[in-house]
């Protein structure tokens, strides 16, 4: 529940400095939780960077103050941050469909995203299990991608990320996998995003390994940690929709919360287990 109530307190903290300058490590202070830790958390509990939710209020706020024909869409444009009207004009565009001049007519249909409100939802009793595992540090030996996420849309796609990875390749990793985790592993690291609401991370898919990396292949060195390890049976619905029931349902309810570290998913066969790296509240 703290967790559920530092997020909101984050939320109103932004509603109430949209027309000011956002410095999202306070945001994150009133989350109580670190720059990185919130960010990340943000994007996976709501689908959207942090950086994209005050883009997108701002814009919705300042559609409703254009509709005084006194306002001038400059002071709109400073208001809300930007450094000149052609780069808001662009922005609200893209966003309402139309020109800041033309949002001012009275048929002109224009977009609104309402303010976020994090809850804790009772969903039907499913079982989540789970074990705590505390593991000294290692290292994953695979193919390193540069992920680019616009508007939710991944650069690379993950298609296309495996498509990479051939049956010799795949056969390669293989032969190196020496320790735990047991199996394909999936490591996202290195999350960051950019004011324009655009996010980027590293995509590793590699194995465990003590041995050193052949080809062209690139290491992730994976800090000593605690990792909650969630098994799952089931295809990639299941287990975007079990990834999500960890952060919305398992994390504000439990004793822990994150720290900065790769998240993992790792796979043999029909089962996959999800791994995030977390710390005693």
């Known amino acids: 529940m703290d ?3 530092g997020m909101n307190e984050a939320l109103n903290y932004i509603e109430e400095n949209l027309a000011n300058k956002i410095d ?6 009133r989350a109580f939780c670190s720059e990185y830790h919130f960010k990340r958390l943000f994007s996976l509990l709501s689908g959207i960077t942090i950086s994209e939710y005050i883009r997108r209020r701002r814009l919705t706020l300042s559609a409703l103050e254009l509709k005084d024909a006194q306002t001038k ?3 709109v444009a400073l208001k809300y941050g930007y450094q000149s009207p052609d780069a808001f ?9 139309v020109t800041p001049s033309l949002s001012r007519s009275s048929d002109q249909n224009l977009k609104a995203y309402p303010r976020m409100a994090f809850q804790l939802t009772i969903q039907g009793g499913t079982e989540m299990n789970y074990r705590i595992v505390e593991k000294e540090a290692f290292k994953i030996v695979g193919v390193k991608n540069n992920v680019n996420m616009i ?3 991944l650069s690379p796609t993950y298609e296309e990320m495996m498509a990479e990875i051939n049956d010799t390749k795949m056969r390669e990793l293989a032969s190196m996998l020496n320790m735990a985790p047991y199996g394909m592993v999936h490591a996202s690291a290195n999350y960051s995003e950019d004011e324009e609401g655009n ?3 590293n995509q590793y898919i590699g194995v465990a390994s003590t041995k050193e990396e052949i ?3 690139t290491t992730l060195e994976v800090p000593a940690s605690t990792w909650a390890i969630f098994e799952i049976d089931g295809d990639w619905p299941h287990i975007e929709n079990h990834w999500q029931r960890i952060y919305s349902e398992w994390l504000p309810t439990s004793s822990y919360e994150l720290t900065e570290g790769p998240e993992l998913l790792v796979s043999d066969e029909h089962k996959s287990g999800i791994w995030i790296s977390i710390k005693k509240k």
């Not at 999202?24 to 202070?29: Q, Y």
């Open 215 to 217: 080809n062209d292949y």
């Open 199 to 201: 996010a980027t991370f």
């Open 89 to 97: 004009s662009r922005a609200f565009q893209n966003f309402h469909g």
């Open 73 to 75: 869409v400059i002071d």
């Open 24 to 29: 999202l490590n306070e945001v994150a202070n």
């Open 151 to 153: 508007n939710e849309i």
């Open 3 to 5: 967790m559920l109530k």
